[in-house]
């Protein structure tokens, strides 16, 4: 704990963004550039941060582009310090690799989702908080998922990674309480992106096209930014630890419903 007093935020305060260059961090910084913030979108990818920078921008916000791994330590630390301030971060960096049993899992996978979605979010946790310590608005929002709190058969790496993301902020809320920093967790069910489902079964379109087959609405990336816009837009003495987010037609990692949802008037 510090014993340093916030400072004022400048008049446009800084979201910082990993994993901004597509999908749902890509609508978080959105989001958040039209309430106002300037935001730092970082990933691995300059074409598609700078994508995201331009549409932020055309929207009439403030945004900017930050290169950076998040498993690499060297990439946090310049990434991190090159900001000057921050008030919000958004750990979004992650992803799943395979849909294999336990028995059949690859280790390179399983460390490589253990190195972004909670190394990961370690190393920009710590990078950050010097700066998020100075300011009024500090909150941590970190990107988890259903799968972070529920196991299904083939999304053991996937799972066990997510559980320590969330474990990552149950635990750091629990070390920083007394400060004035919020650390919220979002748990998201099935959301359609262009990547997710793609990445995670190696590129093959046909089988993430079938992951979202016949189910009713799920989820897209505005969806989990709106929520993400509402959290943070909260007053700054409350914190929603965490918030679990599904489609309709989603009851469970392992439950969805195919087909049409019944929406009979009257029931």
């Known amino acids: 704990m510090t014993s340093e007093q916030p400072n004022p935020s400048p008049t446009r305060p800084t979201a ?41 921008e055309g929207d009439g916000g403030v945004a900017r582009a930050m290169v950076m791994d998040v ?16 008030d919000v971060l958004v750990n979004n960096a992650g992803g799943a690799l395979g849909v294999t049993r336990v028995e059949d899992g690859d280790p390179k996978e399983w460390e490589q989702m253990y190195a972004t979605n909670v190394v990961g979010t370690l190393r920009v946790v710590q990078a950050a908080l010097p700066m998020l310590r100075r ?63 793609l990445t995670r079964l190696h590129g093959d379109q046909a089988a993430a096209d079938k992951v979202y087959d016949g189910v009713d609405r799920p989820l897209v990336a505005d969806d989990v930014a709106e929520c993400v816009g509402f959290v943070v837009g909260l007053p700054q003495h409350v914190n929603i630890d965490t918030m679990v987010i599904k489609p309709v037609a989603q009851a469970a990692p392992h439950k969805i419903h195919r087909g049409p949802i019944d929406w009979k008037e009257g029931r």
């Open 71 to 86: 498993t690499d330590p060297d990439s946090v630390t310049e990434g991190v310090a090159s900001l000057g301030h921050c």
């Open 135 to 197: 300011s009024p608005r500090a909150t941590i929002v970190d990107i988890s998922s259903i799968a972070g709190e529920r196991v299904y058969e083939g999304g053991a790496g996937y799972v066990a990674a997510k559980h320590g993301t969330s474990v990552v902020s149950e635990t750091l809320r629990l070390e920083l309480n007394g400060e004035n920093i919020r650390v919220i967790d979002i748990r998201p069910g099935m959301v359609r992106t262009e990547e997710f489902s």
């Open 16 to 56: 910082l963004i990993t994993g901004g260059g597509t999908g749902i961090g890509a609508a978080i910084a959105k989001r958040l550039a039209r309430d106002g913030f300037e935001v730092v979108v970082a990933g691995r990818r300059r074409e598609k941060l700078d994508t995201v920078v331009t549409e932020i």
